[in-house]
């Protein structure tokens, strides 16, 4: 996003209070940048955009190909997909509806508080599952966005009321 807005490092870094070395280390996966220093940076390249006179939509971060688990599914699947796709969390569905997420985090968690690998292997997802991500309109500006990804990993895009995208950090952090 900064370079299709022809912006250097220097002025982002200028206009955003986050060092050029800082930026230059993460556009080249050196560094993991901290929520709200992404925060930061996007709402910089966001007002930088909007001189432009185009908002950043939901439509236009969300990845498109969401990979989803049913809430009749057992934990293991869940597993076994994220570990094919190299994603760390999913939303979890029934039919269609959003009605929950399992991540690896919260899986960790459930082995910390006692479950063995075998029981939670076998475990359905619908017994162990976090809450849903939230859903917003593909239409959404990504300012709105941000402010939900505060207290959710990911934000799921819908049109026409069917999941259409999902946002994570990662996709946000692309955009830098």
Do not use: C, N, W
Not at 24 to 34: L, N, T, V, Y
Not at 49 to 74: I, N
Request: glycine fraction near 6%.
């Amino acid at each position: 996003m900064r370079k299709s807005l022809d912006v250097t490092q220097t002025e982002l870094a200028a206009a955003s209070g986050v060092s050029q070395s800082t930026i230059a280390k993460i556009e080249r996966g050196r560094m993991s940048a901290s929520y709200e220093t992404v925060v930061k940076l996007f709402e910089t390249l966001e007002g930088m955009r909007k001189s432009e006179k185009r908002d950043l939509t939901a439509a236009d971060v969300a990845s498109d190909k969401v990979v989803t688990v049913q809430s009749t599914d057992k934990v293991h699947q869940a597993s076994d997909l994220m570990r094919a796709t190299g994603y760390s969390q999913l939303p979890v569905l029934k039919g269609d509806i959003p009605v929950g997420s399992i991540s690896e985090r919260g899986i960790f968690e459930l082995l910390r508080q006692g479950s063995t690998m075998d029981q939670l292997a076998q475990t359905v997802i619908a017994k162990v599952m976090d809450e849903s991500y939230p859903v917003v309109a593909d239409s959404t500006p990504m300012s709105s966005v941000t402010s939900l990804m505060s207290s959710s990993g990911a934000v799921l895009v819908s049109k026409k009321g069917k999941i259409v995208g999902m946002i994570t950090s990662a996709d946000i952090l692309k955009l830098i």
